[in-house]
Nanobody, 118 residues
Framework: QVQLAESGGGLVQAGGSLRLSCAAS????????MGWFRQAPGKEREVVSS???????FYVDSVKGRFTISRDNAKNTVYLHMNSLKPEDTAIYYC????????????WGQGTQVTVSS
């Protein structure tokens, strides 16, 4: 069983920055694909970014150039650095782990709220 704990959410003004962290309780964290998802009120959950064990990354178009995903395998932690935040980035952000690599995200965190004021 893998447990994920997000932190770093909060209230920020448009144009500001936040860094989300997700700590995983897994010895094999370094092999996982990790992802960040978000869900805004009244909308479906969407993938924001993901990072593979070899460092390959994916970003949804709406955050390209503003968000950066990174991981520290020594700390079993994945980060989402969010810059130039916009009100439309307001959502609950979830960390997820694909422990079987490529077969879908099978572990999820509890979520952290990000609110961007205009």
């Amino acid at each position: 069983q893998v447990q994920l704990a997000e932190s770093g959410g909060g209230l920020v003004q448009a144009g500001g920055s936040l860094r989300l962290s997700c700590a995983a309780s897994a010895r094999t964290f370094s092999s996982f694909r990790m992802g960040w998802f978000r869900q805004a009120p009244g909308k479906e959950r969407e993938v924001v970014s993901s990072i593979w064990s070899d460092g390959r990354t994916f970003y949804v178009d709406s955050v390209k150039g503003r968000f950066t995903i990174s991981r520290d395998n020594a700390k079993n932690t994945v980060y989402l650095h969010m810059n130039s935040l916009k009100p439309e980035d307001t959502a609950i952000y979830y960390c997820a782990a694909d422990s079987k690599v490529g077969k879908g995200f099978d572990y999820w965190g509890q979520g952290t709220q990000v609110t961007v004021s205009s």
